[in-house]
Nanobody, 121 residues
């Protein structure tokens, strides 16, 4: 059974930083972070292809967030800098083995339990 185990959420003030971690028990084709704010749909944040380390970001976080993967630890990270109140959400790690648009939440087979990020002004 594939496991995705997240950690690292918390509360910070505007301009602060957090690093999220997600251990993934099996090799995956894509690994991504999504987020969901109260009353909103779950949205894609960033994706990484472990084989070549290609990364892509949604426009709202580009230049502030960095996704990375440690192959030795089977762990994907999301370093979040210069956090803003609008980044407040539950953050989910997701992974997939098949093809499909990397920004489409319905294409992901495996999900973590979520970790809360709260940014206060």
């Amino acid at each position: 059974q594939v496991q995705l185990l997240e950690s690292g959420g918390g509360s910070v003030q505007t301009g602060g930083s957090l690093r999220l971690s997600c251990y993934i028990s099996d090799a995956m084709r894509y690994m991504a972070w999504f987020r969901q704010a109260p009353g909103k749909e779950r949205e894609w944040v960033a994706v990484i292809y472990p084989t070549d380390a290609d990364t892509y970001y949604t426009a709202a976080v580009k230049g502030r967030f960095t996704i990375s993967y440690d192959n030795a630890k089977n762990t994907v990270y999301l370093q979040m800098n210069n956090l803003k109140p609008e980044d407040t959400a539950m953050y989910y790690c997701a992974a997939k083995t098949g093809a499909g648009a990397y920004f489409n939440r319905n294409a992901y087979e495996y999900w973590g339990q979520g970790t809360q990020v709260t940014v206060s002004s």
